[in-house]
């Protein structure tokens, strides 16, 4: 029943245009399966020309050779888990369940019914294969056969269990591109080694040319043209410039063009990624720098309009995001990455580097501390080192505001008493629409660090499949620092990866020490909600307003979820919380009643909160709660003092 409702909710969103696209893709699969394949010819290579990798430094060398001896002995490192692979039909079975996922056409694979054999996320992690990345870069560093001969036998192992268009591995085309990405990139790294001895690449390179045109014939358009298109359009750029066949034209073509005409389609023009999550938000930014990587090693690059928001959304992630790279974990977080190398850096602090190298602007990357990351320095090589031995500069914190009026955000750095705190309020709209896939209840939400550390914070993703209702929990309103009406979310959760549409959200005054937002999202009860913060020299004062317009009273939850690490005690009308022997304090100024909750799932998921894709942990969550009469509006004021 569950199912259905989904594809009934999936078909409501499209239009005419979407409908005519899927009938398109239909008959594609249509025809491979009455048994269409394509003509396997003899391929001319053309490898990516990466510079020379000579590693860091003993300690890290032999940190990389260590992971490699591992990834040898098929232990592999996927959502934070260490995996061992030593099993049949690896590709195509469950690690935890150890059963196997039916190889039949991709067409009938029904990866949605994931209660039958696993989550499909471990299974398509497993099938990146970007553990290979790791094994051509020791093979640069040692030129030992036994890393090269590796990734060979891994891919054409890979081949031997996934015929062409059979199974659950060729069903996501973004997973099939980031696979193949996988490829291009360590085949690149072991070029010597191959035509040293020779050795016959081509039936690696007719399944590349096979996946690729299959994307091509399937891109992911209209309402799925999220992410996913963005990382099939960079397969098949990279694809074209790899392989020489006729088809490499129409590839290349399509892919610049899409390139920069679905810039605007992905970000406002101050630079926020439109599915308003900073997870998505960097796949994407990255994935396009791959694109310029790749045109600029052929002597061309994006539109200038492109490089120009690129840039903007580099901005939004530094003043976003501490010294070190932490950030609001703002939207859904899949745990996945593009490029993933065991030497896994702060991804925020890699989209940076790479935002840096690649738009050359070292001011991209200015008050961040200095870390090595390999990827970067596979990709440049020396560059990349005089690239970060430059001087970074370091300035001291000052109160300031920044807005990003269009992706609807309000970042603020500030100082009370010698404390400085990074605050966020979020009054955007909920995500991408149509799908709205990887919205959450975040409406009007406030978050903050104190230090550099996380204090209110987003509670994060966990799962996207067998979740045990941890999905929507994650999703909804409970799960951030915000408001709800009548144990309602903020808009509807009309799948794992549908929501409704946007609630209007709108930026209602803005100083320089004080920002206010309402949102229509309980509209349908007939209120408004309004929040107001004030950034004053000894506090930060939040006042919450909910005009009721209906014949009902209504009851009124607020919620502010803490880091795990953080102590709390409640105390009359006071929450005294404790961060690294600090005393934070949010006191109550109205009649309210005040309570704490960590970990509970009985009657109801409440008080956890998720770093990590796959990984959660208990937390205390405050909940306000107060009553509204019909036909009232109603203050409640409270501050949070350091």
Not at 173 to 186: A, D, V
Not at 337 to 346: E, F, S, W
Not at 361 to 368: C, E, F, T, W
Not at 576 to 600: A, D, M, T
Request: proline share 2%; glycine share 4%; aromatic share 12%.
């Amino acid at each position: 029943m569950a199912s259905l409702k989904w594809y009934i909710n999936r078909a409501k969103i499209m239009n005419i245009k979407e409908i005519i696209h899927r009938i398109k893709c239909r008959k594609y699969d249509k025809k491979i399966q009455s048994g269409y394949r394509l003509d396997e010819d003899k391929y001319a290579v053309n490898f990516i020309e990466l510079p020379k990798f000579n590693g860091i430094d003993e300690k890290n060398n032999n940190l990389l050779l260590k992971n490699c001896d591992d990834i040898l002995d098929n232990h592999i490192d996927i959502f934070n888990m260490k995996i061992n692979l030593n099993y049949s039909n690896k590709f195509l079975r469950d690690p935890f369940s150890k059963r196997l996922w039916n190889n039949e056409i991709y067409t009938k694979v029904n990866f949605r019914k994931s209660n039958l054999v696993g989550d499909p996320k471990i299974i398509w992690e497993i099938n990146k294969q970007q553990y290979l990345l790791d094994l051509g870069l020791a093979y640069q560093l040692t030129a030992d056969s036994k890393y090269s001969e590796k990734i060979l036998n891994e891919i054409n192992e890979w081949i031997n269990q996934n015929p062409e268009y059979m199974g659950i591995n060729w069903t996501s085309g973004l997973e099939i591109s980031l696979r193949c990405l996988s490829w291009m990139f360590s085949l690149s790294l072991i070029k010597s080694y191959i035509i040293d001895n020779n050795i016959c690449i081509n039936k690696i390179l007719h399944y590349l040319k096979v996946k690729t045109e299959l994307i091509f014939n399937k891109l992911s358009l209209y309402s799925s043209a999220n992410n996913h298109l963005i990382g099939e359009i960079t397969l098949l750029l990279y694809t074209s410039y790899f392989i020489e066949c006729e088809e490499a034209n129409k590839w290349r073509n399509l892919s610049l063009y899409m390139l920069n005409e679905q810039i605007n389609n992905q970000f406002y023009d101050d630079g926020i990624n439109k599915e308003q999550s900073i997870n998505y938000q960097v796949h994407t930014m990255e994935l396009y720098f791959l694109c310029e990587y790749i045109l600029n090693l052929n002597n061309m690059t994006l539109d200038v309009n492109t490089l120009d928001i690129l840039n903007k959304a580099c901005i939004y992630i530094d003043k976003l995001s501490e010294k070190d790279g932490t950030i609001f974990n703002i939207g859904d977080e899949d745990g996945g990455y593009i490029l993933k190398l065991q030497n896994l850096p702060n991804s925020v602090l890699d989209i940076l580097q790479f935002g840096a190298l690649i738009l050359k602007k070292q001011s991209i990357y200015v008050n961040k501390i200095r870390a090595i990351d390999y990827k970067l320095l596979m990709l440049f090589g020396e560059k990349y080192y005089t690239f970060i031995n430059e001087n970074i500069i370091n300035t001291v914190c000052i109160d300031k505001g920044y807005v990003f009026e269009n992706g609807g955000m309000y970042v603020r750095d500030g100082n009370i008493n010698d404390v400085t705190y990074k605050a966020m309020f979020d009054f955007g709209k909920i995500g991408m629409e149509p799908l709205n896939a990887h919205a959450h209840c975040d409406i009007l939400s406030f978050n903050l660090n104190i230090n550099g550390n996380p204090f209110l914070v987003d509670s994060g993703t966990y799962k996207y499949h067998k979740d045990e209702g941890f999905r929507d929990y994650f999703r909804g309103v409970s799960a951030h620092n915000t408001i709800s009406i009548d144990e309602k979310n903020q808009f509807e959760l009309l799948g794992p990866f549908i929501s409704s549409k946007s609630p209007l959200t709108k930026l209602d005054k803005l100083l320089s020490d004080y920002i206010q937002a309402s949102s229509e999202c309980y509209k349908k009860l007939g209120c408004r909600i309004t929040r107001a913060i004030f950034f004053d020299n000894d506090c930060i004062s939040i006042e919450d307003t909910v005009v009721n317009k209906s014949k009902k009273n209504r009851k009124i939850k607020s919620f502010f979820n803490m880091e795990p690490k953080i102590d709390c005690e409640l105390k009359e009308n006071k929450i005294i919380c404790k961060q690294n022997n600090r005393e934070i304090i949010i006191e109550f100024l109205s009649e309210v009643k005040l309570s704490l909750v960590k970990g509970n799932k009985k009657d109801k998921i409440e008080g956890w909160y998720s770093k990590k894709y796959y990984k959660k942990v208990e937390t205390y969550t405050l909940i306000i709660e107060y009553e509204i009469e019909k036909k009232t509006e109603k203050n409640i004021k409270y501050s949070i003092k350091i």
